[in-house]
């Protein structure tokens, strides 16, 4: 299972996640918050990471960002929901690549 720390705080493919970063319109900068269902990890170095995040947006289209880990925008990234344990109380999640997700259709594509 492919996890990594961001600033303290652990993530895991398949949580839910809530993703803050900084946007900049007309020479004000504001935070803005894109929650998800994290699809995948990459890379091996500091400098070389990355993670895709996955929504259902308006109309049930699905939204997908990509951030590297150094990018200057990036504000936080906050757990709201970790991804459900199996029965015997590892986690539920069996692969390191959650793709499967983006043929899914309604509610299951938010279910992990």
Not at 19 to 45: D, M, T
Not at 76 to 89: A, F, I, N, Q
């Amino acid at each position: 299972m492919l996890s990594m720390d961001f600033k303290g705080t652990k993530i895991t493919v398949g949580d839910t996640i809530k993703v803050k970063y900084n946007i900049e319109e007309a020479g004000k900068v504001r935070v803005q918050a894109f929650e998800g269902i994290l699809i995948s990890l990459q890379g091996r170095n500091e400098e070389d990471k990355s993670f895709t995040v996955r929504r259902i947006g308006d109309r049930g289209v699905g939204v997908e960002r990509i951030w590297p880990i150094t990018a200057r925008t990036l504000v936080g990234v906050e757990v709201v929901k970790h991804s459900k344990k199996g029965k015997s109380g590892k986690v539920g999640v069996r692969r390191s690549k959650l793709y499967y997700l983006r043929d899914v259709k309604g509610r299951m594509a938010t279910r992990v």
